[in-house]
């Protein structure tokens, strides 16, 4: 979300007459920014934008993204030659900030969540040009216990199923075959609008938009992804064999302390349905370990957990603790070198489950989008619909460009993160 942040903010900036340049140095402004969702990415900002000091004489600096929203004016204070500081649902007004700098404001915020509104911005620049993100919701109104989001994204808006659409359809007008759409919670989206579809059936109309070859969408809460979604994956293959469902914690006891709003049971029912449905999904998550209190029991779980779902994939992190968050204050503080141990745990039995997950496919014919070429491997590389790197050889002397294209590419080997082969059709 962040990287499709900075890509609107670049967008709505040229389209007001800036333009972009290669690298800092040549820059008259300077936007970072910002993700807090774990670790002291306060720190590395602040780090970041000290080393600019001294070279940066003359440039007006701007911290954007949650360390902005989350330090506020404090950023002023601890780094003083910094001008602007607005989170992200401020950026629709960014046009206007920067004219107050221009005109010699020497200290402007965008901090309030009062007007907050979808981003919604036609000048979007992206900065690939065969997928494409494409923001449906932003905010969250969850409250996981650890989580920051909902501080600094703020509340959930959800843009109108007219907006989603007109711009799904344009990204296919410009060539784009393969469509992200993104939110915290894409489950939770509300069409505002009287016609009030729900995320079913958006994902089903964006899917049927006459020249998408993919979409896929990120995140989802397990609370909220309800069996519609599955039906309208299930009817049309356009929207990919991927399924993205964080469960955090194998433990329910862990689930109510985080405050999920499901239990391991009501979580493990979105996986029966998911296997049970008429296609193969990939199946990914995310772990955190060492959440405050979580037993050697409760990590067991998680580990269980692990080895009855056998992800294609999963994101693991150590617990880490967010200002204004429930768990901040939480007793039984996990140790760090424990979180540590347990990290390497789960990823080590992770490891293992996907070099077989893997291997699995290893024989089948598999459709990528190729992405671009390892010049030095004389390789092309894409990805398939189940979301895996498949790096393949083409035809000798066949020199034509192919990103961009669709190929089918038979597997010859697997590893833990990617699979080997070539391609199995002559284009
Ligand atoms: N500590 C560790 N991991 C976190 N995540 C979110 N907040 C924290 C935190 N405070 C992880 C969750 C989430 C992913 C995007 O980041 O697993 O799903
Ligand atoms: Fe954070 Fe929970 Fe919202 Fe996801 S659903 S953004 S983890 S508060």
């Given at each position: 979300?962040?990287?499709?942040?900075?890509?609107?903010?670049v967008?709505?900036?040229?389209?007001?007459?800036?333009?972009?340049?290669?690298?800092p140095?040549?820059?008259?402004?300077?936007?970072?920014?910002?993700?807090?969702?774990?670790?002291?990415?306060?720190?590395?900002?602040?780090?970041?934008?000290?080393?600019?000091?001294?070279?940066?004489?003359?440039?007006?600096?701007?911290?954007?993204?949650?360390v902005?929203?989350?330090?506020?004016?404090?950023?002023?204070?601890?780094?003083?030659?910094?001008?602007l500081?607005?989170?992200s649902?401020?950026?629709?007004?960014?046009?206007?900030?920067?004219?107050?700098?221009?005109?010699?404001?020497?200290?402007?915020?965008?901090?309030?969540?009062?007007?907050?509104?979808?981003?919604?911005?036609?000048?979007?620049?992206?900065?690939?040009?065969?997928?494409?993100?494409?923001?449906?919701?932003?905010?969250?109104?969850?409250s996981?216990?650890?989580?920051?989001?909902?501080?600094?994204?703020?509340?959930?808006?959800?843009?109108t199923?007219?907006?989603?659409?007109?711009?799904?359809?344009?990204?296919?007008?410009?060539?784009?075959?393969?469509?992200?759409?993104?939110?915290q919670?894409?489950?939770?989206?509300?069409?505002?609008?009287?016609?009030?579809?729900?995320?079913?059936?958006?994902?089903?109309?964006?899917?049927?938009?006459?020249?998408?070859?993919?979409?896929?969408?990120?995140?989802?809460?397990?609370?909220?992804?309800?069996?519609?979604?599955?039906?309208?994956?299930?009817?049309?293959t356009v929207?990919?064999?991927?399924?993205?469902?964080?469960?955090?914690?194998?433990?329910?006891?862990?689930?109510?302390?985080?405050?999920?709003?499901?239990?391991r049971?009501?979580?493990?029912r979105?996986?029966?349905?998911?296997?049970?449905?008429?296609?193969?999904?990939?199946?990914?998550?995310?772990?955190?370990?060492?959440?405050?209190?979580?037993?050697?029991?409760?990590?067991?779980?998680?580990?269980?957990?692990l080895?009855?779902v056998?992800?294609?994939?999963?994101?693991?992190?150590?617990?880490?603790?967010?200002?204004?968050?429930?768990?901040?204050?939480?007793e039984?503080?996990?140790?760090?070198?424990e979180?540590?141990?347990?990290?390497?745990?789960?990823?080590?039995?992770?490891?293992?489950?996907?070099?077989r997950?893997?291997?699995?496919?290893?024989?089948?014919?598999?459709?990528?989008?190729?992405?671009?070429?390892n010049?030095a491997?004389?390789?092309?590389?894409g990805?398939?619909?189940?979301?895996?790197?498949?790096?393949?050889?083409?035809?000798?002397?066949?020199?034509?460009d192919?990103?961009?294209?669709?190929?089918?590419?038979?597997?010859?080997?697997?590893?833990?993160?990617?699979?080997?082969?070539?391609?199995?059709?002559?284009?």
């Open positions: 979300m962040n990287a499709h942040d900075s890509e609107k903010v967008g709505t900036l040229v389209n007001e007459g800036y333009a972009q340049v290669a690298t140095e040549e820059a008259g402004l300077v936007l970072y920014n910002t993700c807090s969702i774990r670790d002291k990415a306060e720190q590395k900002v602040f780090n970041r934008l000290q080393n600019f000091k001294r070279a940066g004489k003359g440039k007006i600096f701007g911290v954007l993204g949650c902005a929203q989350q330090e506020g004016e404090k950023i002023f204070e601890r780094a003083p030659h910094v001008s500081v607005a989170g649902a401020n950026y629709h007004q960014l046009g206007q900030m920067l004219v107050q700098l221009e005109m010699g404001n020497r200290r402007v915020t965008g901090l309030s969540f009062e007007n907050a509104e979808a981003f919604d911005t036609p000048f979007t620049r992206r900065d690939n040009p065969h997928r494409a993100f494409l923001t449906i919701i932003e905010g969250c109104d969850k996981c216990a650890y989580c920051v989001v909902p501080f600094t994204r703020g509340p959930e808006r959800s843009r199923s007219d907006s989603v659409m007109a711009e799904a359809r344009g990204l296919v007008e410009k060539g784009y075959t393969e469509v992200q759409l993104l939110g919670n894409v489950n939770s989206y509300r069409d505002p609008s009287p016609a009030g579809w729900d995320f079913a059936v958006l994902l089903s109309r964006v899917a049927e938009i006459p020249g998408m070859r993919r979409v896929r969408y990120t995140t989802s809460h397990p609370r909220d992804f309800v069996r519609p979604i599955v039906d309208a994956m299930d009817a049309n929207i990919c064999d991927h399924i993205h469902l964080p469960v955090q914690s194998g433990s329910s006891r862990v689930l109510a302390a985080m405050d999920r709003l499901y239990t049971e009501e979580y493990m979105r996986i029966e349905w998911i296997k049970n449905a008429k296609r193969r999904y990939s199946l990914t998550t995310d772990i955190i370990v060492g959440f405050p209190g979580e037993t050697d029991a409760d990590f067991q779980q998680t580990l269980d957990l080895d009855e056998q992800y294609d994939s999963l994101f693991s992190f150590k617990y880490s603790p967010r200002p204004n968050t429930a768990a901040l204050h939480m039984d503080r996990i140790p760090e070198e979180k540590s141990r347990r990290l390497a745990i789960v990823q080590e039995k992770q490891r293992a489950i996907q070099i997950r893997n291997a699995d496919l290893v024989g089948t014919i598999q459709e990528v989008l190729v992405e671009g070429r010049t491997l004389n390789q092309w590389v990805h398939t619909t189940c979301h895996r790197t498949l790096n393949f050889s083409h035809t000798a002397g066949d020199e034509r192919l990103a961009g294209t669709y190929l089918s590419v038979r597997v010859n080997r697997a590893g833990p993160n990617s699979l080997v082969g070539e391609t199995a059709t002559v284009v």
